[in-house]
């Protein structure tokens, strides 16, 4: 058990506090005949985090998740979801903070809007849409190189 006593210092610690559905919306703009098609659909998903800082602790974490599925140019299906959770984040180090917010928040909210997405393209009338694991470690480290040109630069 550490505390602040003494000299040690207390353990991180990271708290959900609430996760909810911002905003969500799927299309099936050409059934029932897209219902029909049985070739194996061209599908597309862009994924984004973002963050806002609430209070000293406390952080809201929201996760964009973008897809369409096209067979040739007609549009089978498409959805936006934008899965969001309040994530309470004390006694991590500064230097640290960046990397838990963009890489484990998102990393707990992934399987629940992976679960939204699927069940919205089954109800749609698909087989449900299952979502590979996502490797935001990479995601942050991307997004950290195309950020250090930025600050280079002004």
Not at 118 to 124: C, L, Q, S
């Amino acid at each position: 058990m550490s505390t602040t006593n003494g000299g040690q210092q207390a353990a991180p610690q990271l708290n959900v506090l609430a996760q909810y559905i911002k905003d969500f919306s799927f299309e099936n703009p050409n059934a029932p005949q897209s219902l029909m098609a049985g070739q194996q659909p061209q599908i597309n998903i862009q994924i984004n985090v973002g963050a806002n800082p609430m209070s000293d602790t406390d952080i809201e974490v929201a996760l964009k998740l973008e897809g369409k599925a096209q067979n040739g140019e007609n549009l089978l299906f498409g959805f936006e979801l934008e899965f969001a959770g309040v994530f309470r984040i004390q006694n991590v180090p500064q230097e640290s903070l960046n990397a838990v917010v963009l890489i484990e928040c998102p990393r707990l909210l992934f399987p629940f809007a992976r679960e939204i997405v699927a069940t919205a393209v089954r109800n749609g009338g698909f087989p449900p849409l299952l979502l590979d694991p996502v490797d935001f470690v990479a995601l942050y480290r991307q997004k950290m190189e195309q950020m250090q040109p930025q600050q280079a630069t002004v």
